[in-house]
């Protein structure tokens, strides 16, 4: 599909013409747990493409400190950056220190029972992307993996160059607290599925 068609298919319910295309965008990147096309926020919000991929650039430069016309803004701490084919809001390289002490020092609340699952599929399957997560647990793990994320116990990996899929897997952290050297030394959960081995075909530890 060329950009010309995927403009000419984007038919979703218009803006209201009180709203503003920019903060309509930075809205939806906010919430967004993967990188989104131009198409896709072009969909979300009813909208041009090429239209939307003015107001992008435009929110960029925003982010960035730049105003419409040259004259120097405030830089915000995040920053719209490109991935894997889609858009993205994410903290800036400079700021990770202080937001990871933040969440992991100052937010130290236990994993819900959910996040504990979830982190243990990413930990026996990884690399492995948020969909396939979620069709080992059969639930929507959105909320799950940016709270695993936001404690340090995961990372996003790579991003799949035909799905666009960010692909996880757990750091040094998570190791670190469990108190082992490798993913390796996690106890095999083989003899603890009973028929079959639901979601994990292949080699399970």
Known sequence: MTVENAEAEVQAPSLAPDVPLERALE??????????????????VGAPVKRVRGAVDALVADFDGVGADG???????FELREVGGGWRIYVRSEFDAVVSDYVLAQNPTKLSQAALETLAVIAYKQPISRGAIASIRAVNVDSVVRT???RGLI???????????????????????????????????????ADGLDGFDGDVR
């Open 155 to 193: 990372t996003e990996m790579f991003t799949d160059s035909e799905t666009g899929a960010i692909n996880y897997g757990t750091t040094d952290l998570l190791l670190t607290q469990l108190g082992v050297n490798s993913i390796d030394e996690l106890p095999k959960i083989s003899p603890l599925l």
């Open 27 to 44: 809205a939806i990147l906010m919430v967004a747990d993967e990188p989104m096309s131009i198409v896709t926020l072009a969909t979300a």
């Open 148 to 150: 695993l994320l936001g």
């Open 71 to 77: 004259v120097a803004g405030v830089r915000r701490g």
